[in-house]
T-cell receptor, first 115, second 114 residues
Framework: AQTVTQSQPEMSVQEAETVTLSCTYDTSENNYYLFWYKQPPSRQMILVIRQEAYKQQNATENRFSVNFQKAAKSFSLKISDSQLGDTAMYFCAFKGTSGTYKYIFGTGTRLKVLA | NAGVTQTPKFQVLKTGQSMTLQCAQDMNHEYMSWYRQDPGMGLRLIHYSVGAGITDQGEVPNGYNVSRSTTEDFPLRLLSAAPSQTSVYFC?????????????FGPGTRLLVL
């Protein structure tokens, strides 16, 4: 069964600094999708970035980028130039392609950006 | 487009009461899911549906029922609420045609069982 592990329950970073959130996963599939979601205090789940496993190039979205290491089954999120609005819970998620619909979520990392 | 809507936003129940959490989407998505979110546990899948008339259990289905009579609606029923069901519940939907697309989440329902 697939699993997703986020080993950092809480992190903090100074405004304008860079922070990296870790995520590892376990799967026997070769093709799959990985996601990072942000959940601010409003509780709304917001997609931050998405990576397709068969694409070697790391995904980027403005200040957000990933370091995808397929062999190591690692999918970390880097936030550059951190802003106060980045304060939120961040969830890593996995979705396979071999007939299952399920998205598997990690337990989340609570990020606080300090002024 | 309203996206995914959930009602109510907040509910207080007494142990043993029943209720239905409503979820609707207007994106014609085949896939719909219910999750519960508890501190330190992330999002855990309760039930999901791959189309009208088809539902299946997720990771934590006990105490919950679902049905899917239309593409748009996917209600979650608590038949006899227990304090262990105090949680935040999220409904989500996604397209079957776009395999790697994100799920779209509703705003959540906060449930307190006394």
């Amino acid at each position: 069964a697939q699993t997703v592990t986020q080993s950092q329950p809480e992190m903090s970073v100074q405004e304008a600094e860079t922070v990296t959130l870790s995520c590892t996963y376990d799967t026997s599939e070769n093709n799959y999708y990985l996601f990072w979601y942000k959940q601010p205090p409003s509780r709304q789940m917001i997609l931050v970035i998405r990576q397709e496993a068969y694409k070697q190039q790391n995904a980027t979205e403005n200040r957000f980028s990933v370091n995808f290491q397929k062999a190591a089954k690692s999918f970390s999120l880097k936030i550059s130039d951190s802003q106060l609005g980045d304060t939120a819970m961040y969830f890593c998620a996995f979705k396979g392609t071999s007939g299952t619909y399920k998205y598997i979520f990690g337990t989340g990392t609570r990020l606080k950006v300090l002024a | 487009n309203a996206g995914v809507t959930q009602t109510p936003k907040f509910q207080v129940l007494k142990t043993g009461q029943s209720m239905t959490l409503q979820c609707a989407q207007d994106m014609n998505h085949e896939y719909m899911s219910w999750y519960r979110q508890d501190p330190g546990m992330g999002l855990r899948l309760i039930h999901y549906s791959v189309g009208a008339g088809i539902t299946d259990q997720g990771e934590v289905p006990n105490g919950y029922n679902v049905s899917r009579s239309t593409t748009e609606d996917f209600p979650l029923r608590l038949l006899s609420a227990a304090p262990s069901q105090t949680s935040v519940y999220f409904c989500a939907s996604s397209s079957a045609a776009k395999v790697g697309e994100t799920q779209y989440f509703g705003p959540g329902t906060r449930l307190l069982v006394l």
